[in-house]
């Protein structure tokens, strides 16, 4: 390939890449001309975007961050990932991506709303008021998702829900679809998750590219989970369904953009990626095999004006919709009955270990003096554990754990943000991550506190300076073989190594700097978002001028120039690495797509 590109040459190569079909030379010439070419630069930017909003696949456990940092840096090896936002592209061709970009760019207006439609910031408050007054609610759902099997290319659901705040949860989802043949499972789930337990019931899993063979003589597993702590985050009931609190209300990408009238109630029309939205899109998929869907899929939510209960919502990939979902039926019932949230002890049963008691709200040395206007709900203590005290109202609830010693463990350490407390304490902040709530660890002198809540950042934080102890934090973290130093951020002071990012995706902020010393030296940076990071894993910058070469790796790798150096990107671990200068870098950003984090390294000086 020539190193004197035409427009039309470069446009070819850049799709060919995005198929991984470009060697390492063609790549390097194709990246000087991206760099001197602001109109193919640009383009390149748009296919992107458009590539992008075509891939399909499901949030997956998130790698373990600590573990993977220190192993590599002590022994030299690539760190090992687990199987995250693996995509599946719906890309037939080239020829298809370029022509849909032109279609795409020629007739998509831009997305201005309308007067009459309520600001970003309006739509939040009026979300999280009525989740602390909601307290009866039950709905009926129809559903039709496209996109699961290629010889199923729709199915239909009827789903049913109830819930009883704070923590009364039942669904019923039921499988309406007519398969090839009865040998194809149907995908009925039942789910119950009540103060003391939760219990689920849905098809054994089989994968989807296996069927229907693999389904033969398969038939439905159960579990359940007995003496269930408060608010427990791995059995919790998936309440956004009813009010979209943690996918509306604490989301940082929330986009107005009309009204409409759904079954007869006015509506506003919002907008968020399925990354934003998915505690929402997931509520009624909680268990099952459903069609994947990737983070930067569009979704559009429609909220009732008045209740902010959400009476439909669809999400749409770039191609069309693949999956709808409609209230047929709302209401506020007087009250539910309590057999309704009876839960059958069926299948694998776990113990939760909590046993409820009576503590004693008043005691000051176990409760916060402020609880954001909450009520006491359910306390008592974890066997050979820690105490809990629990407050709510409506959907809106708070967790203080309190034990005399709750050690903070390494990946917290690493994750969180250090926050400074108004009693002039100071504690590790992590913001809710798809599965756990807002967090807060108070360590003090004789006492432990492990908050948890749904409240907004500065709620809790009010909570956290309320304690009635000084929290400290450890700046001097051993590991093996040295120490980890938790540095102020941007610090630059004893990193020469380091490069920082002068670019990031829109909200993320720099919440953690650490400095390696002894036998390897490291420098870690955290990014994340303040109140919801809804991927999970956040983004991780890694630098050390210990490690000279890049690890061997099996993985299905492409590279990319970055500078004058050329970087591996594995999609399988969301991982750019690269040599510079005799310095190792990489950018670990899971929910992110490479070009992303292809932006984040190039910006950094």
Known sequence: MSSDLSHEKAR??????????????????????????????????????????????????????????????????G???RDVFRFRLRIASVAAAATALLLVASVLPLDRAPSGTAKASEIERAVTSAAR???????????TERGWHDNVPLRTFAAEVWYQAPESFRLQVRDLTEYPSRVWPRNDVDLVSGPRAYWIREPYACPTEALPECAAGSGVEQRSVVH????????????????????????????????????????????????????????????GSWAPIA????????????????????????????????????????SLSQALFETPHKGVVTDGGFVQRDVGYGYIDLHPRYVAGLKPFRS????????????????????????????????????????????GGRALYQPADGELERRLDVDGA????????????????????????????????AVEGGTLRRLAAGTKTFIDFAKRPTYLPAGYR????????????????????????????????????????????????????????????????GQLEWIDGGVYRSITAPSFDWWTVVKIARSMR
């Open 12 to 77: 070819l190569e850049l799709s060919a890449r995005m198929d991984s079909e470009i060697d390492g030379s063609t790549a390097l010439t194709l990246d000087r001309h991206l760099e001197t070419c602001a109109e193919c630069s640009a383009y390149a930017e748009r296919l992107h975007d458009l590539r992008r909003s075509l891939r399909l696949q499901p949030f997956e456990t998130p790698p373990d961050i600590a573990g993977k940092v220190m192993a590599s840096l002590a022994d030299r090896k």
């Open 79 to 81: 760190p090992v990932g």
């Open 133 to 143: 007054s909601l307290t009866d609610y039950h709905a009926r759902y129809s559903i």
């Open 228 to 287: 269930r702590q408060p608010f427990d985050g791995t059995s919790d009931a998936p309440t956004d369904i009813v009010v979209p609190l943690e996918s509306v209300a604490r989301s940082e990408g929330l986009q107005p953009i009309g009204t409409a009238t759904i079954d007869g109630r006015a509506a506003q029309r919002v907008r968020l990626t399925y990354r934003e939205a998915h505690p929402l899109v997931d509520a009624l998929q909680a268990g």
């Open 295 to 334: 983070p930067l899929d569009s979704v559009d939510i429609w909220l009732d004006s008045e209740t902010w209960f959400p009476l439909r919502f669809e999400v749409s990939d770039g191609t069309g919709t693949v999956l709808e979902v409609t209230a047929t039926s709302v209401e506020e019932p007087d």
């Open 380 to 423: 008592g203590v974890i066997k050979g554990g820690p105490t809990i005290l629990s407050y709510a109202s409506g959907m809106t609830w708070l967790k203080v754990m309190v034990g005399d010693s709750m050690p903070t463990d390494l990946a917290t350490q690493l994750e969180a943000e250090v926050v400074a407390l108004a009693n």
């Open 446 to 477: 004789g006492l432990d506190f492990h908050l948890e809540s749904n409240l907004p950042r500065d709620e809790l934080l009010r909570v956290g300076s309320s304690l009635p102890l000084e929290g400290k934090v450890d700046d001097e973290i």
């Open 510 to 573: 720099q919440t953690g700097s650490f400095l390696r010393t002894g036998r390897q030296r490291a420098s870690i940076e955290r990014f994340s978002l303040p109140e919801s990071d809804l991927g999970g894993a956040g983004i991780q910058i890694d630098q050390s001028p210990s490690l000279t070469a890049l690890p061997p790796s099996s993985e299905d790798l492409f590279g990319v120039r970055i500078g004058s150096a050329i970087a591996r990107w594995s999609e399988e671990r």
